[in-house]
């Protein structure tokens, strides 16, 4: 990374305390616990996420229906914006159908799902107190900005200098808290990516918690990732993690020590082992969006960080395809959309305010 900020950061989160190896194995929701004890806020993102994917027609195992009714129960404000989610889904069906129900072939099929999603996004704009989601990008960062110690907004990069002399660098529609006095050197990943370069410190472990995931370390490099769909990736460039995630009792994690090359991906109730080229592993702080493999939906929902709109795929075998890419950022997101559509044979609907359909040509 180029030298950043010279000025130190002192963050005035807290996150809770672990074992004797600095690791905790308590159990939290998917928002994580609030500071001091408070509630989280609720994440209405994530809310949108977990039903689109439960409502999209491909989960054979219920997971995903399991995973949004899990979200709706942890609490009354959670059920509160579950019913207001549903109602804005369904107005949406009501003012689609005039289209949908005709014969729709080619251009005349497009331009029900486009409608469709446009509705939802027209009506989700007047019922959401944040903002409108065809401007979202540009709301949550200045709410990231009030709510957390560091945030990035929609397109920004960000590099910094902790405290203990640890380099940071977070990735575009990102946030972190940080806990960096005493013997703790905590950072709570609340959304998006981070690479982080420890400074060798044998006396204080530094952790990177990510929803129910933390990582620890003495000194090394390594990138965590918090996706909207709720799954956390962690990989090491050089040095030694260790990772903490849930099993059937919170209490107890499972750990797996990663070395270099090695990413552990942790997403509902799964962990995935495997192995990336160290060199890849920071391409973003370079510019360069790698896509391994990939849902549509999901590589979508990483372009979208640098865009200041939402991208919507209507059609559940298009948002659930696998894909890989590389991505010059250099252009902006709205080109790297356009070009990663072009090389699937999809187009890439830009409408008015930002949101963007994609469908089947």
Known sequence: ???????????????????????????????????????????EEQGWELYARATSGDDPDGRAARAWADWRRLSPDHETIA???????????????????????????????????????????????????????????????????????????????????????????????LAMAGDRRDVILARGRLLVDVARDPDRPFTVTAGTVRAMVLGTSFTVERRPSGTVSVAVLRGRVQVAVPHERPEDPGR???????????????VALDRIDPDRIAAWTRGVL????????????????????????PEADLAGMRVSASLNLDGGGDAALDRLAAALGLVAHHLPGGPVVITRR
């Open 256 to 270: 797996y020590p990663l070395g270099p090359g090695d990413r552990l991906t942790f997403g509902h109730g799964d």
């Open 1 to 43: 990374m180029e030298p950043p900020d010279p000025r130190p950061l002192a963050g005035s989160a807290t996150s809770k305390g672990g074992d004797d190896e600095g690791m905790a194995g308590e159990h939290s929701s998917p928002q994580g616990d609030g500071q001091d004890g408070r509630p989280a806020p609720v994440d």
């Open 83 to 177: 019913r207001r989610i549903e109602s804005v889904w369904s107005d949406a069906d009501a003012l689609a159908v005039e289209v949908a129900d005709r014969p729709a072939e080619g251009r005349q099929r497009r331009a029900a799902v486009v409608l469709k999603a446009l509705a939802a996004s027209v009506l989700a704009a007047a019922v959401i107190g944040y903002g409108a989601l065809a401007t979202r990008g540009h709301w949550q960062g200045a709410i990231r900005s009030l709510t957390h110690d560091v945030a990035t907004g929609v397109g920004e990069r960000r590099e910094l200098l902790l405290a203990d002399g640890s380099r940071m660098m977070l990735d575009a529609a990102s946030a972190v808290d």
């Open 290 to 313: 790698l896509i391994d493999g990939r849902r549509l939906d999901d590589a979508v929902a990483m372009i979208d960080a640098y865009r200041g709109g939402a991208s919507f795929i």
